[in-house]
Nanobody, 119 residues
Framework: QVQLVESGGGLVQAGGSLRLSCAAS????????MAWHRQAPGKQRELVAQ???????NYADSVKGRFTISRDNNKNIAYLQMNSLKPEDTAVYYC?????????????WGQGTQVTVSS
């Protein structure tokens, strides 16, 4: 079983910054990709940023140049540094990790952390 613990959400004014963290724990789980998704009220969940085990990254066009995803492979923690935040970044942010456990490829979701950007 893999557990994901997210932290770092909150309320910030437009133009401000937040850093989200996602700590993954679970024996025998080899993490491949770590990602952040978000879901705003009335909208579908969307991929924000993703990072592979080798460090390759992928970002949604709406956050390129403002958000940076990183990871600590020794601690199995993913980070999302969010700068120049905009009101449209307001959403619940979810951590997602994918990898191998017992020969199976699986993915897991965190409980979500609220990010609110005021104008």
């Amino acid at each position: 079983q893999v557990q994901l613990v997210e932290s770092g959400g909150g309320l910030v004014q437009a133009g401000g910054s937040l850093r989200l963290s996602c700590a993954a724990s679970g024996s025998t789980f080899v993490i491949n990709t770590m990602a952040w998704h978000r879901q705003a009220p009335g909208k579908q969940r969307e991929l924000v940023a993703q990072i592979s085990s080798g460090g390759s990254t992928n970002y949604a066009d709406s956050v390129k140049g403002r958000f940076t995803i990183s990871r600590d492979n020794n601690k199995n923690i993913a980070y999302l540094q969010m700068n120049s935040l905009k009101p449209e970044d307001t959403a619940v942010y979810y951590c997602n990790v994918a990898g191998w456990s017992g020969g199976w490829y699986k993915d897991y979701w965190g409980q979500g952390t609220q990010v609110t950007v005021s104008s």
